[in-house]
């Protein structure tokens, strides 16, 4: 828990300024935890003896989300053209002998729509007019639903809630993150509108609601990484982050966050 804390105010510390100060940095730190992501995606399906192509996927999910951050124009053809693109590349591999070609195409444009389609509302929450603000009231009430889903479930946890996907989530834990998030995205709303500059049309009732599906949803996240690291037999997706694990593990559950609080604020806020 301390080991896990400690990077958590360090990860703070480097991504705040980002978060901010948005543009260039912002995109920056999400493409890092992004591509990260898709190269641990890509790993994870090579130690079971697939092959997503690494350079279609990495480089697909790039250009995606270069696309939908600075040149929204040109997202669709660019989105188009990686999927072609790996069908090219895979249509050569099962000519050179790759039986389960046709499989690798499916795990290769997964990863483009997953991480990169999907993790691309990670950048679209922040280039709404106010975007720093909602960012710092979706994406924390999803942070802070994880932590007390960890901890109440570390502690109280006796009901496992997916025993095969992931043994150690419990149902109190998931109660857990939907109060805490609930909680959560009803304190951010109210102490940014009272402490801060924020003047987004947003009530505490609406930013609890929105908590409280920051809490119910995004777990199914961190439950779809898991079904992909049992998939592979492989524990964490990688080291790189003491106390938390890889990229992959950071992100699961913000793909969730992201998409769903980006519609969230564009019909019912905005």
Sequence with gaps: MRRRLITTLALALVGMPAILVGGIFYFSLMA????????????????????????????????????????????????????????????????????????????????????????????????????????????????????????????YGKHKMAPRLSPKKSWEGYAASVFTGMIGGAFLVYAYSTFGNFSGNITILQGALLGFIMGALPPLGDLGESMFKRQSGIKDSSDIIPGHGGFFDRVDSWLWGGVIGYYFLVFFIL
């Design 32 to 155: 890092i935890f992004l591509l990260g992501a898709t190269l641990e995606y890509v790993q994870l399906f090579r130690a079971v003896k697939f092959e997503p192509q690494s350079h279609i996927t990495t480089g697909g999910v790039a250009f995606i989300i270069l696309a939908r951050m600075f040149f929204p124009q040109y997202v669709m053809p660019v989105f188009a053209a990686t999927i072609l693109v790996a069908l090219a590349w895979h249509l050569i591999a099962y000519e050179r002998g790759r039986d389960q070609a046709a499989l690798d195409f499916s795990l290769t444009v997964a990863g483009l729509v997953y991480l990169g389609w999907i993790g691309a509302y990670l950048l679209d929450i922040r280039n709404l007019p106010d975007g720093g603000w909602w960012f710092m009231i979706v994406l924390p009430s999803v942070w802070l639903a994880d932590s007390g889903a960890y901890s109440i479930g570390r502690a």
